[in-house]
């Protein structure tokens, strides 16, 4: 059973400037909770017991965040503040957490990378930091992935979300081999192509699990776009080789949040916050005369 996640937050994050000048884009709210959250908790209820964090400068904030704080915890307690002592229940999650620096932003793909030290010969999932799935991350994505991993015998397995064609310049793009269901097997996968060579409208979703073999093909993957090296580019090269790749597709309810431009992130928030047990109704009403 793999219980073990490398999740990258070292990106940047310049399309959300000047929110990200000093404070990580994977801890930007999204309703209640930090966007990076809402992802380790959605890794936990899929079994994962160890998170690997791919950080760099200025990030420590997310490692604050996931530390048990003994003397808030004290404060509130002696207050009698229960209810906002409820709020840290996701310190004592079941689960360990280890960090290590991607030293320079060459990439997601170099960010997956810096984790081959720890990794070893594991196999792992890769659930980027800066992506919900799924409103407030009700998804088990991950756990089914892990056991399609263990009964196809694949190194490779990807989520994939169907985007509207005019949106597949922005994503990679799966070349399904036969048709489509739910889990289908990958011929090939194509970085950002242009509307009309995209071979079919399922984007990459934020989340892989993988045999260690892909460190060997990210070792070997030269820096594409920008310098960086791209994680689609060394997936392409494992599949060209043969090795197996299987593609599994979100369910409707399973939207994926991505939160790398104001866009995204705005309609997040929005639509999270509209959700909220507590805030939600007024907050409905509040944009409803805003509207009028
Ligand atoms: P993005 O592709 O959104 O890149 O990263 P970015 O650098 O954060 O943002 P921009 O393009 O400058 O606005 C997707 C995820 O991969 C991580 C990011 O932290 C984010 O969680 N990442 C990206 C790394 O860990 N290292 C990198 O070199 C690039």
């Not at 002696?78 to 709020?87: A, D, H, P, S």
């Amino acid at each position: 059973m793999i219980d073990l996640a490398l999740v990258p937050v070292a990106g940047w994050g310049t399309r959300m400037l000047p929110a990200t000048k000093s404070q990580p884009k994977e801890m930007l709210p999204v309703g209640r909770k930090p966007i990076v959250q809402y992802v380790v908790e959605e890794l936990v209820k899929s079994g994962i017991r160890q998170v690997l964090f791919i950080t760099g400068q200025g990030k420590t904030s997310i490692e604050n965040h996931f530390d048990i704080d003994a003397p808030l915890i004290t404060y509130l307690r002696e207050t009698g503040r229960e209810e906002q002592l409820q709020e840290l229940q996701f310190e004592r999650e079941d689960v360990e957490y280890f960090y290590t620096r991607q030293r320079r932003q060459l990439g997601l793909g170099h960010a997956v990378l810096c984790g081959k030290a720890m990794i070893g010969a594991h196999p792992f999932v890769v659930a980027l930091g800066d992506s919900i799935i799924g409103l407030n991350a009700e998804s088990d994505i991950v756990s089914r992935m892990t056991s399609i991993f263990e009964r196809e015998k694949a190194d490779i397995v990807v989520c994939f979300e169907e985007v509207p064609s005019e949106e597949v310049v922005h994503y990679g793009i799966a070349k399904p081999k036969g048709t489509v269901g739910e889990i289908f097997e990958l011929a090939d996968l194509i970085e950002k192509p242009s509307v009309a060579d995209a071979p079919s409208r399922l984007a990459v979703a934020a989340r892989y699990v993988f045999s260690p073999v892909i460190f060997d093909a990210l070792a070997e993957t030269k820096p594409g776009k920008g310098g960086e090296i791209q994680l689609t580019d060394a997936i392409h090269i494992l599949l060209k080789r043969g090795h197996k790749g299987i593609g599994v597709k979100l369910a409707d309810h399973e939207r994926r949040f991505d939160i790398g431009n104001f866009e995204s992130y705005f309609q997040a928030f929005v639509e999270f916050a509209l959700a909220d047990p507590q805030y939600g109704a007024a907050l409905h009403e509040h944009v409803r005369r805003l509207l009028n």
